[in-house]
């Protein structure tokens, strides 16, 4: 735990996360694992989709995505939406996503220990919360 701004001590270093693997995606988005400050949590895959998520991006983000499974850590995934328009999916793409879940569903779920979702929108952010219950 950092000390507390209010005792005195030391507020977080936000830069302290340096990116371990970073790669941009087709259509302006990017995708980083980022290293925790020492001893204090797990590494985190931060995907941001650019606002185009076509066939390409997928490709790369699955490549990606192996990078990081081949490591064989525990790591948690925050998925950070807001610049993406509405994903315009063919069924080839649906395809690529498919092959790619089906060839490391048990390995991407052996090692993610938490996913965190970031919506902004008041509306999305509802409907996310009437479909939980």
């Known amino acids: 735990m950092w000390p507390s701004p209010f005792t005195g001590g030391l507020s977080p270093p936000h830069r302290a996360r340096c990116a371990r693997l970073r790669s941009a995606l087709p259509g302006g988005g990017t995708i980083e694992l980022e290293r925790p400050p020492p001893r204090t949590s797990l590494p985190r895959l931060r995907v941001t989709p650019g606002r ?18 081949r490591l064989r850590r525990p790591f948690t995934v925050l998925w950070d939406p807001r610049g993406v328009r509405w994903p315009h999916l063919t069924p080839r793409h649906l395809r690529i996503i498919r092959a790619w879940v089906n060839a ?24 996310a919360h009437a479909k939980r219950i």
């Open 104 to 127: 490391n569903a048990e390995k991407w779920d052996t090692q993610v220990q938490a996913h965190a979702l970031l919506l902004t929108n008041p509306i999305v952010r509802g409907v």
């Open 52 to 69: 185009v998520h076509g066939e390409a991006s997928a490709a790369a983000t699955h490549a990606f995505f192996d990078r990081v499974l």
